[in-house]
């Protein structure tokens, strides 16, 4: 479920900016009023919590980057780890690299022929000057519905 999040991520930016950067304000003003419980004046209190959680803006920046570096960085390995194990069974690396080849193979045939079956018999260009456009005898009155 991380990872499902990880790449939603990855298409909502400014939806998860947003929320790091509403996270980011709600701890600072818990350190803010944990200090002012502890004694201290509010504009004390509010300077030290900036100056422990420092430029919020940078942090927010880190978080998303992180999350994005996380979910290259897992990519990279579990192509890795697919590489290897495709390398100790040179059998099942044949037979999937055939059956994946046989999958492609067999769509292209498919595709190509339906639409030469739906579409070799469509009308040309050639032939819309051809089309009479409603029952108007003159062209100025052009009805949106084409007859043949």
Not at 80 to 88: P, V
Not at 92 to 113: E, K
């Amino acid at each position: 479920m991380a990872m499902l999040r990880r790449i939603a991520n990855l298409f909502r930016g400014h939806k998860l900016r947003r929320e790091i950067e509403a996270e980011l304000r709600s701890h600072t003003e818990m350190r803010i009023e944990d200090n002012i419980a502890a004694g201290m004046s509010p504009e004390k209190a509010r300077r030290d919590a900036l100056l422990r959680f420092g430029n919020l803006t940078l942090a927010g920046e880190r978080v998303t980057a992180a999350d994005t570096v996380l979910h290259v960085e897992s990519f990279a390995r579990d192509l890795r780890y697919g590489l290897r194990q495709l390398r100790r069974s040179p059998g099942f690396a044949l037979t999937a690299i055939l059956t994946l080849a046989l999958g492609v193979a067999a769509n292209v045939v498919v595709l190509g022929f339906s639409t030469h079956f739906f579409f070799a018999h469509s009308t040309s260009l050639e032939q819309t000057a051809s089309f009479k456009w409603g029952n108007s005898p003159r062209a100025t009155d052009r009805n949106p519905i084409p007859t043949m």
